[in-house]
């Protein structure tokens, strides 16, 4: 079955998806890429993700992708990049789970208060409507 035609977000070439989001020709740089990124993490065991990207040229997205999907704990090196929040190292996701945490218990907090806002104004005594105003407008001839 046939992919759908789209245009490739890396060069703008047009491709079948079948997976990938990207066109075979990107999807093989991208394989050459980490083929690199892994060479280097091996020759060099403490490089930290900003350094990676210096010496390989690589993407960081590229990198974490890796880091996420556990390829350098493949090759027995646990690598780990910054909590977009708080710097902590992380292997998974955007946040660490602190500021995971603190972000829930935020929106808890925030519904909470609106939950309470919304039973307060339910309980509130409707104005009464004044049942004089309109009348006497219209008259028969």
Do not use: W
Not at 19 to 41: H, I
Not at 108 to 125: H, V, Y
């Amino acid at each position: 079955m046939a992919g759908k035609l789209k245009n490739c977000p890396y060069c703008g070439k047009l491709y079948a998806e079948i997976g990938r989001k990207m066109c075979p020709d990107c999807l093989e740089k991208e394989r050459e890429m980490e083929g690199d990124v892994v060479a280097y993490v091996r020759e060099h065991p403490g490089a930290k993700v900003p350094e990676i990207v210096e010496e390989t040229g690589a993407h960081e997205n590229l990198i974490k992708r890796m880091i996420r999907e556990g390829r350098f704990e493949q090759i027995g090196i646990k690598m780990s990049y910054p909590c977009e929040k708080c710097g902590a190292p992380i292997v998974t996701g955007k946040l660490c789970q602190k500021c995971q945490d603190e972000i829930k218990n935020e929106l808890q907090a925030t519904q909470e208060k609106a939950m309470k806002a919304k039973a307060m104004a339910a309980t509130k005594p409707k104005a009464a409507k004044s049942s004089s105003r309109g009348q006497g407008m219209h008259t028969k001839f």
